[in-house]
């Protein structure tokens, strides 16, 4: 029973495999044996995480295990202070991880949701209602308006039904079903009209179906298993640091031990060296930085949430920053999801209609002037009839605007919070709308004319109408329409308040205007009247609608979000592809596209039916040609995002419905929608957009651009002082000279330096230009762009000045090793103080940034000079760490060399501002 070609057989083919009936259902006994051998009509559930296994998972990093383990040798050593030091860095680091992640693994949970929890089914000759989870193939499912599917499910009686299939396949308009038609078996998922889907919702019609498919063998259920299959990758920041972090500690170790050994063999006391290495390692090591990482991630998370994008991991906004591929959903997140009438042809003429969304509030445009509609006979009959020929209500607050309220504009001002709605067809509402827009409401208008009779939309006629009667006894019919259909039952047509017949040069002009329209994928529909005669009601509902009066075509269409557009250009001179994928047609996906510049003239666009087609070497291959796809389904997206990803892109996939969600898991940034989208998407992705906006991953990611810029900023400062730490030893010890410094001074700087001043760093500006620059590779090393080659060679110069003045420090002070070893701490710690300011930015220099434009910077430098002038000179203090006063041509000597960072900065700088000028004159 297991297939998926339902859509190609006809109901007899279908009965052959199902064995059921259509009048009676399934006896007790029969449904016992299939939901044996098929299961319960449920997802099955993936294996859940525990909360403590979360928690542990943090401390499995290779860095934060060494820095246990330095915690241990410091506190055998007796260095109670570093140890405790260590030990909350790790465990806050732990805590912030295990708050990000305890929710990210419930995607399949969310996806049970969206399981109807009761069935209305024929089951031995009675109709009733079960638990979905006892459906099985073969059941005979009755629906009606407002029903969740339960079950995949095929046609075989239907009237007037429309279904909602936006989580699943995209399509922006409930879906206008039908029972008769087969499909061949290559027919896309969206077009199979004669099937129903697990999740979806019926919004009009009724319908009677035979169960075909449930639990994981549903789309939705395929779709389970393809997030299951899904697995998760480190960032690229997390690869990064993870690699950093075993690199460091080799190195340091290395190092150290290189110290030690070499003390030894001059004579130095083992013991004493041995202690110096140890405390060297757990200075050389940058301890701090997986904490200034998670610190510096959660903060921007905070500053995310304040611009509408809430963070579910932490690394995933940098992670952002480095996108350099958008794919994004159309309806909803490039569009308002909201359908908006955006022309009228009507008396010959084309009027453009503004306004955005719902709201009620617009002009009508005629050749770029304001036109009053109602003062125009035509326009305003055209009006009346879509307000009247509707069941679509238009409502704010939660309240349907009658004719009195809507005259009281202070209590909807008070109420402005609130946003405007529609319940209804979505096509029905946005002609409702369009009315509402020049103060025609059906309310009002039904006051005066009354609805006698209605005769329904089906997608045989594909038209309805309304008959209404006036004050006076005269009965109107109002049609609308397929544009086709309501042309061939006119016979005349509005012009100017008077009626001409409609002869062959009119319809073509109409049928001209229509094609124009459709190009610019825009949904038509034909509005038509007549006066019917006295004797009306022994008419035909075929011979009432004939004889009709052509009053004017709407064209209407999901119009993309206004602040998209400058979102879209910002992403071109970022260096960011865009690329669209939706389920809804390629006509429709291609005018959104190009309306928002998302697509150039060299870009193809492809279809789900064509991508069928092409072999894994053929999509890389085109991967990056196409700019739309169109009628795509789950499976399409999910390979498109993984064809990305094999051309070494990162990739950001945006999505709202069920059919997003593996494609979401599945991208290196996964973005859903908070107010649209599904839970199932929320919880595969990353990041959440709370106002459902394009232009909000903008923000995230110059925010993402910045946080990584930052993080390279502190590790240039952490690593060059590291660096400069342990050369000062290194060096003084190949010289011969005595320890510059003793371990609890070593451990000193560390803490006075380390901290603050790089957590200044990771909570620094962006540059201004930051959404200027390419983004950078996927693979490209933390180190590129001479970031290691200018740590290396900073390091080398606080290492190389620090001996320096060790060395002064004992020729002046006569072999005094108590007044050196100050002197070489002081400039140890003030050299890389103001070394700190130059890592500010990689492009820009300080002086052209402002000392003062980081403000935390300034307050943690400051903290760190209070404290090296309270150990130097409080008297406990000096005791404890073995410091003494300095005189001032101690302290001369200690800012001479501890200003050169600042002074070759402001060599760099001037060298820039005379290349800068000499380029100008060239250039003029």
């Known amino acids: 029973m297991l297939r998926e070609d339902w859509h190609s057989l ?24 299939r939901l044996k051998k098929f299961g319960p009509n449920k997802l ?16 499995k990093d290779f860095m934060v295990l060494v820095l246990l383990v330095a915690a241990c040798i410091s506190g055998a050593l007796g260095e109670m202070a570093d140890t405790i030091a260590i030990v909350a860095i790790v465990i806050l680091n732990a805590i912030l991880g295990f708050l990000q992640e305890y929710r990210a693994e419930k995607s399949l949970e969310s996806l049970k949701k969206l399981t109807a929890p009761q069935a209305k089914v024929l089951r031995g000759k009675k109709e009733m209602k079960l638990s979905a989870e006892q459906l099985v193939p073969g059941d005979v499912l009755l629906l009606e308006a407002g029903d969740i599917v339960p079950a995949d499910a095929r046609i075989l009686e239907l009237f ?110 083992l013991g004493n060296m041995f202690l110096t290495g140890v405390s060297l390692a757990v200075a050389a090591i940058p301890e701090g930085m997986p904490a200034i990482v998670t610190v510096v991630l959660a903060l921007g998370v905070q500053k995310m949430v304040k611009k509408n994008a809430v963070v579910k991991k932490l690394p995933s906004v940098e992670t952002l920053g480095c996108a350099n591929v958008i794919c994004s959903d159309k309806t909803g997140t490039l569009t308002q999801n909201m359908m908006t009438v955006q022309k009228l042809f009507i008396n010959n003429k084309t009027i453009d209609i503004t306004g955005q969304g719902y709201q009620p509030i617009g002009d009508f445009l005629w050749q770029g002037k304001i036109i009053e509609p109602l003062s125009l006979p035509t326009v305003a009959l055209f009006l009346q009839a879509i307000a009247l020929c509707n069941n679509a209500s238009l409502k704010k607050a939660g309240f349907s605007l009658n004719s009195l309220w809507r005259e009281k504009r202070n209590f909807l001002q008070r109420r402005s919070m609130d946003q405007w709605q529609i319940t209804g067809d979505p096509t029905e509402g946005a002609l409702t709308v369009l009315a509402a827009k020049a103060k025609v409401w059906r309310e009002a208008l039904e006051k005066n004319q009354p609805r006698i009779d209605e005769i329904p939309f089906d997608s045989n006629r ?37 009626e001409f017949d409609l002869n062959h040069l009119e319809k073509e002009r109409i049928k001209k205007n229509n094609e124009e329209m459709a190009g610019l994928a825009l949904r038509i529909l034909a509005v038509a009247y007549r006066k019917l005669p006295k004797d009306w009601k022994s008419l035909s509902n075929e011979n009432l609608e004939k004889d009709l009066t052509f009053l004017g075509l709407a064209g209407m269409i999901d119009p993309p979000r206004e602040e998209v557009r400058e979102a879209i250009r910002v992403c071109k001179r970022a260096g960011i592809r865009t690329v669209m994928i939706t389920g809804d047609h390629a006509l429709t996906a291609t005018a959104i596209a190009k309306d928002l510049g998302m697509l150039t003239e060299r870009q193809e666009i492809i279809t789900g039916a064509e991508l069928d087609s092409f072999s894994e070497k053929e999509m890389l291959e085109r991967v990056e040609k196409i700019g739309v796809y169109a009628r795509v389904t789950p499976k399409h997206k999910l390979q498109i995002v993984r064809a990305w990803k094999k051309k070494g892109y990162i990739v950001g996939m945006t999505g709202d419905g069920v059919n997003d969600a593996p494609a979401v898991k599945e991208a290196d940034i996964g973005i859903s929608m908070g107010k649209s989208g599904t839970d199932v998407t929320k919880e595969a992705s990353a990041l959440v957009l709370m106002d459902d906006n394009f232009a909000t991953i903008v923000a995230a990611i110059e925010e ?43 451990l000193l700087v560390n803490l006075v330096t380390d901290g603050l001043p790089a957590m200044a760093l990771g909570v620094d500006n962006s540059d201004k230009d930051i959404m200027l620059q390419t983004p950078r590779k996927a693979n490209e090393n933390i180190f590129a762009n001479g970031l290691g080659w200018k740590i290396c060679k900073r390091g080398l110069q606080i290492g190389l000045s620090t001996v320096l003045v060790f060395i002064i420090g004992l020729y002046l002070e006569n072999g005094n090793i108590e007044v050196a070893r100050t002197m070489t701490f002081a400039t140890l710690v003030l050299s890389q103080m103001c070394f700190v300011f130059t890592c500010r930015s990689e492009r820009y220099s300080i002086y052209e940034i402002g000392f003062f434009s980081n403000l935390y910077l300034v307050g943690a430098v400051l903290t760190s000079v209070f404290t090296l002038l309270l150990v130097l000179y409080l008297p406990s203090l000096q005791y404890f760490f073995e410091t003494v006063y300095l005189s001032w041509e ?20 001037l060298w820039k501002l005379i290349w800068r000028g000499q380029t100008l004159v060239s250039e003029n």
């Open 10 to 33: 006809d109901i007899e083919q279908i009965n052959r495999c199902l064995r059921f009936n259509s009048l009676d259902g399934l006896s007790d006994r029969e449904c016992k044996e």
């Open 44 to 59: 099955k559930e993936g294996e859940k995480v525990k909360p403590y296994e979360i928690f542990l998972n943090q401390f």
């Open 160 to 269: 007037n039904l429309a279904v909602d299939e936006s989580m699943l396949t995209g399509e922006s308009l409930p879906v206008k079903k039908k029972a008769e038609v087969i499909f061949s078996t290559q027919t896309p998922l969206a077009d199979r009209k004669n099937l129903l889907y697990s999740g979806t919702i019926i919004t009009a019609g009724r319908a009677k179906a035979v169960v075909v498919a449930t639990g994981m063998f549903t789309e939705i259920g395929k779709i389970a298993d393809m997030m299951e299959a899904v697995e998760e990758e480190m960032t690229p920041l997390q690869k990064k640091l993870d690699y950093l972090g075993k690199a460091l500690v080799l190195i340091c170790f290395l190092v150290c031990a290189l110290v030690v050994v070499t003390g030894v063999m001059r004579g130095e006391e």
């Open 462 to 498: 594909k038209m309805m109408s309304v008959i209404c009667q006036d004050k006076d006894g005269n009965y109107y019919l109002y049609v609308k329409g397929a544009p086709d259909v309501i042309i061939n039952y006119c016979q005349k047509m509005m012009l100017d308040n008077k």
């Open 704 to 746: 993402g651009r910045g946080i990584y810029e930052n993080i390279r900023k502190f590790i240039t400062y952490l690593l060059s002082c590291n660096i400069g730490e342990v050369l000062t030893m290194f060096l003084a010890t190949l010289l011969g000279l005595p320890l510059p410094l003793i371990p609890i001074q070593i």
């Open 890 to 909: 101690n302290w001369l000597i200690i800012g001479l060399v501890s200003a050169f960072p600042l002074v070759n900065a402001w060599i760099s700088y």
